[in-house]
């Protein structure tokens, strides 16, 4: 079988103008990028925006992934050409694909065999410009705040505690934590920064959840930049930069329009992150897509417990959407590796594996009927499926009395995907959604973030550190209380945890810290190892050999310094040679202790003694040996 790539190149292209037309586009409705890209217009968007939605919405999502890989992307594309092959008038809205995974493990986001949106090659690099602009949107806010602190600080910002960071369109781990403004007094002012990925950006986030360029203006008016020296929260309307900003973002709020190889129109617009952010593609995309075609095909990244989640309770409560059904995508050995399979044997029949790993789906399954969506599952087919594995998914679904259709998409193309389109179209007609959010916003945050534990994640109960209670009752007091959630988690497992596959349940959900995405319009909680602090502690691990430490004065302070002499002691006894010191470095907002292996189990036997020890009682202290890292919660109330 040819290549993804060989596929795409050797599909003759229909000039973009004539798939246009074929959903009742105009050429005076497009600016071209080319032959074979455009972008709706600002007057034709705003009709759009407008107009009647006739579409049936179709969520597409998938089970927790896995290496064996699901194809999402590509199911998505196959059933919007197979809806077509029955006859019916479909329109496909997807993310646009980063750079960072695109040259990291996942490559391109464009489907794959005969399943693909083309010109594939544009799409997953530079495609129209949309994430170079939301970088340099976001860059500029990080400059111009460096520079009114340069030029004065009217504004009295306190640099500690700017959280506007930089972002490049990379995976650049160097660029994560770093120091700027070393050059001297005509340089900047000293501080910690660091890059995120642009599809984390609060900007990437705004563009996909605005309408308008108003509305764009006003989301970023809104967003919380630092606190003053009086620990007020400055926003970005008293830089009085929003009208710059969005000046920058102006071509890149309108959706953008291609093609898939069966010439089916995809509106490819907004790329955002599930795991991190709220993984969907733009409203506006979504709702031209509506205006324009009987059937919307539409994705959230990764799978239901993330990206569906979100789906339906943030983008479609903002962008008042009702989904007629949800398809949630499998593979037979994907099912087989959360079954406990590895991936070197996923090519063997295993029906056990199979039954043990069908609970991931279930999981998600019984999960979405609580949106009261109803749920037709996918099998994206492999050559390696066997008969006997492919009756005993039949007979798994029959148990959920949930629909099974197989699919063969990526080697057919929608003829493939014909008996899949007549279902979930037959499901679509039946008019029995009555899609409902898990949540009313109204529910305090804590409890939202319970409900989303609970209910989706199977979690027995929710711990929070007391930093992200203190930032939950601080948000709660500044109104944001009714925001929408947005879980920052792994995606490889329902739990934190990214090891604990198949369907996890009763474990503790840890909440390390919380998040305000006051401009998108939705309260993050960072939970496990998606925390991105504690990511680069781990980073750090491996190329630095101080230890790190906050809020540790006073008793328990000075304890862990005679701990840490007492080591250097002991080590340089031990090698009769001299050793470089640890030093200490004190951040004030951290709470972690960066530790060397030598050192960590050292602290180990240490911490099993003194735990017992009445004065340390009240001091929660957490050692990841894998990381080597030492999470210290010693706030007010806890210190000796």
Not at 40 to 65: D, H
Not at 295 to 307: I, P
Not at 532 to 560: C, E, P, Y
Not at 594 to 618: M, R, S, T
Request: proline content about 3%; aromatic content about 6%; charged content about 25%.
């Amino acid at each position: 079988m040819l290549t993804d790539i060989e596929i795409a190149q050797n599909t003759k292209l229909t000039n973009i103008e004539e798939i246009a037309k074929s959903i009742g586009l105009s050429e005076d409705d497009l600016d071209l990028y080319g032959k074979y890209k455009a972008k709706i217009t600002l007057k034709k968007l705003r009709e759009l925006q407008s107009a009647p939605k006739k579409g049936k919405l179709i969520l597409v999502t998938a089970i927790t992934p896995t290496p064996a890989g699901e194809g999402k992307s590509t199911m998505s594309i196959a059933l919007a050409d197979g809806i077509r092959k029955i006859g019916k008038k479909s329109c496909l809205a997807l993310r646009e694909p980063s750079l960072g995974p695109c040259f990291g493990i996942k490559g391109g986001a464009c489907g794959g065999g005969y399943a693909q949106v083309v010109p594939m090659e544009d799409i997953n690099l530079h495609f129209t410009g949309d994430i170079h602009s939301i970088s340099i949107a976001n860059n500029l806010i990080a400059a111009l705040i460096d520079n009114h602190i340069q030029q004065g600080n009217q504004l009295n910002i306190d640099p500690r505690t700017i959280t506007w960071k930089r972002c490049i369109d990379l995976n650049d781990r160097a660029l994560r934590k770093i120091v700027i403004g070393l050059g001297g007094r005509t340089e900047g002012i000293p501080r910690e920064d660091g890059f995120n990925i642009s599809v984390a950006s609060e900007i990437m986030a705004i563009i996909c959840l605005s309408r308008t360029i108003s509305e764009l203006k006003t989301r970023l008016d809104n967003i919380i930049i630092a606190k003053n020296y009086s620990k007020e929260p400055v926003l970005l309307k008293d830089l009085k930069v929003s009208g710059a900003v969005a000046a920058l973002l102006k071509d890149t709020i309108r959706p953008n329009l291609v093609q898939t190889l069966e010439k089916t129109p995809a509106f490819i617009h907004g790329g955002p992150f599930a795991n991190i952010a709220h993984g969907c593609n733009s409203i506006n995309a979504t709702e031209c897509a509506l205006a324009l075609g009987d059937y919307v095909v539409t994705e959230a990244g990764f799978a239901a417990d993330l990206g569906a989640e979100k789906f339906l309770d943030i983008k479609a409560r903002i962008a008042d959407l009702h989904p007629s059904a949800v398809m949630v995508v499998a593979t037979i050995r994907a099912l087989k590796m959360h079954g406990g399979v590895s991936k070197d044997e996923m090519k063997i029949s295993n029906v056990e594996a199979l039954k043990k790993g069908f609970l991931n789906l279930k999981t998600h399954v019984e999960n979405l009927e609580k949106f009261k969506v109803p749920v037709v599952i996918c099998i994206n087919q492999f050559s390696t499926d066997t008969e006997e594995e492919i009756n005993a998914l039949y007979e798994e679904c029959k148990s959920i009395n949930t629909p099974v259709v197989l699919c063969t998409g990526h080697g057919k193309g929608g003829e493939g995907a014909k008996e899949l389109a007549k279902k979930v179209c037959e499901v679509c007609d039946s008019g029995i959604s009555q899609y409902q959010q898990l949540y009313p916003l109204e529910m305090p945050l804590e409890e939202k973030i319970r409900t989303v534990a609970k209910e989706i994640y199977r979690a027995k109960e929710v711990s929070f550190s007391d930093t992200a209670k203190k930032k939950l009752a601080e948000y709660t007091a500044m109104g944001y209380g009714n925001l929408p959630i947005c879980v920052a988690k792994t995606q490889y497992s329902f739990s934190h945890d990214k090891n604990l596959i198949c369907a996890p349940k009763d474990f503790i959900f840890p909440i390390q810290d919380v998040r305000l995405y006051s401009g998108a319009g939705f309260v993050v909680p960072l939970a496990g190892d998606i925390m991105k602090t504690k990511n680069q502690v781990l980073q750090a691990r491996n190329q630095r050999r101080d230890i790190v430490f906050s809020h540790m004065d006073d008793a328990w302070g000075d304890g862990f310094l005679k701990l840490v002499r007492k080591y250097n002691k002991k080590r340089y006894l031990k090698s009769q040679s001299n050793l470089h010191e640890i030093s200490i470095e004190i951040y004030n907002s951290h709470g972690i202790v960066i530790l060397e292996d030598e050192l960590l189990q050292y602290v180990d036997d240490w911490y099993e003694d003194a735990k017992c020890q009445p004065k340390f009682e009240k001091i929660e202290l957490d050692i990841l040996k894998d990381g080597g890292v030492v999470i210290a919660d010693v706030s007010e109330d806890k210190k000796d």
